[in-house]
């Protein structure tokens, strides 16, 4: 069974009730669709920067019945000094909680969700999929 992590803006769409991702969501079913513990560090810091804090706690909780979370473990820490020193020898910085994302997903093997695939996209070895315009990439 394929499993799909979903970046902290997929989540965010469907948070927000997005069609396209809720439709995709329940055509693959939640059993498959995991976070990782960077992007649920990244919606909490959304839910307190927010006027309606309880409120998005709840829906984060909520959320989270749903889904499981991958941790950063040793594996995956070493996965993101090997992308990051890779990137920076080929002026191709890009944010470290991506890099750490990208780390957790390939170090589960898993296939990562983003909308924000100009990033991604520079990080060799990684299959990710924007559900938003329905493509995937595989290296």
């Not at 059993?31 to 006027?51: Q, W």
């Not at 170090?107 to 969700?113: A, D, E, F, V």
Request: overall charge positive; some cysteine.
């Amino acid at each position: 069974m394929k499993r799909y992590v979903l970046d902290t803006d997929i989540c965010i769409y469907w948070l927000n009730g997005v069609q396209k991702i809720r439709e995709k969501v329940e055509q693959i079913g939640t059993s498959s669709l995991r976070i990782t513990v960077i992007t649920l560090a990244e919606l909490k810091y959304g839910d307190y920067r927010s006027g309606k804090i309880e409120c998005n706690i709840r829906n984060i909780n909520k959320f989270l019945r749903k889904i499981r979370v991958f941790p950063l473990d040793r594996n995956a820490a070493d996965k993101f000094g090997e992308i990051k020193a890779e990137l920076g020898k080929k002026g191709e910085v890009i944010g470290d909680f991506d890099i750490l994302i990208a780390a957790i997903t390939m170090n589960c093997k898993s296939i990562l969700i983003t909308n924000n695939t100009e990033h991604f996209k520079r990080i060799p070895g990684l299959y990710y999929e924007n559900w938003l315009e329905i493509q995937s990439i595989q290296p």
